[in-house]
């Protein structure tokens, strides 16, 4: 089994948090990608410290919960509770900064899925999510750099900060689909991404990614 993290989150915040931020990141981008699971305008996921120590099992349940520690504390991740019944005590987790949450994209395919239900994540391109300025938002420029006609930058950068966090990830995973759904004769694309995005016409794409449950995450 191999496993993987970001080079910078190691120097950061040291190489275990990198690795469970890694983890924590892959399941956060496919809930966002499959708009499940957004509380308070925050994406999130769940795990108890036993299934950690499972999916990790060079780390016991006291090393899980010293890592999960460490990140709080460096303002990393917050945690919440939205189980449904009230004794359940299973920890929710976010990320403080959702600028940190990364959509993956593919050329060939809007999400791009792990290879097996293990804790390696293969990563095509990050693409960083959220922010409300957009000459700071590096996911627009990363959505622009993705959408086939370039005219009226302005104006889509003015649509793309009034969107939500889900729909900046939706917009931008599904974006392949919607251009694949298009008729020959629609192609090239004429349509403006202002209007993609104020239409939410990655809706019309019949398309909707699927990725392996595994150790508990919802």
């Avoid at 520690?69 to 449904?84: A, E, G, P, R």
């Avoid at 990563?123 to 086939?148: A, C, K």
């Avoid at 917009?171 to 995005?197: G, M």
Wanted: net charge neutral.
């Amino acid at each position: 089994m191999n496993y993987s993290f970001e080079v910078d989150d190691a120097i950061n915040h040291g190489v275990n948090e990198a690795i469970m931020l890694s983890n924590f990141k892959y399941w956060l981008r496919h809930n966002l990608a499959n708009d499940k699971h957004i509380y308070d305008d925050n994406v999130w996921t769940f795990n108890s410290k036993k299934a950690f120590a499972e999916l990790f099992p060079f780390w016991s349940e006291m090393q899980v919960r010293r890592v999960l520690d460490s990140l709080i504390k460096q303002n990393v991740i917050k945690t919440s509770n939205y189980n449904k019944m009230g004794c359940d005590r299973t920890l929710w987790y976010a990320l403080v900064r959702p600028e940190m949450l990364e959509i993956i994209i593919s050329r060939n395919r809007p999400m791009q899925k792990s290879k097996s239900t293990n804790a390696k994540v293969e990563i095509d391109q990050p693409i960083p999510d959220i922010n409300t300025d957009i000459n700071t938002d590096t996911s627009f420029g990363l959505f622009w750099d993705e959408y086939p006609n370039k005219v009226n930058k302005e104006q889509a950068g003015k649509s793309w900060k009034r969107l939500s966090l889900k729909n900046k990830g939706l917009a931008h995973s599904r974006l392949i689909a919607f251009v694949d759904s298009l008729e020959d004769w629609q192609k090239p694309v004429k349509l403006h991404a202002s209007t993609y995005l104020n239409n939410k016409r990655w809706e019309d794409a019949d398309h909707k990614d699927s990725v392996d449950q595994f150790a508990g995450y919802r």
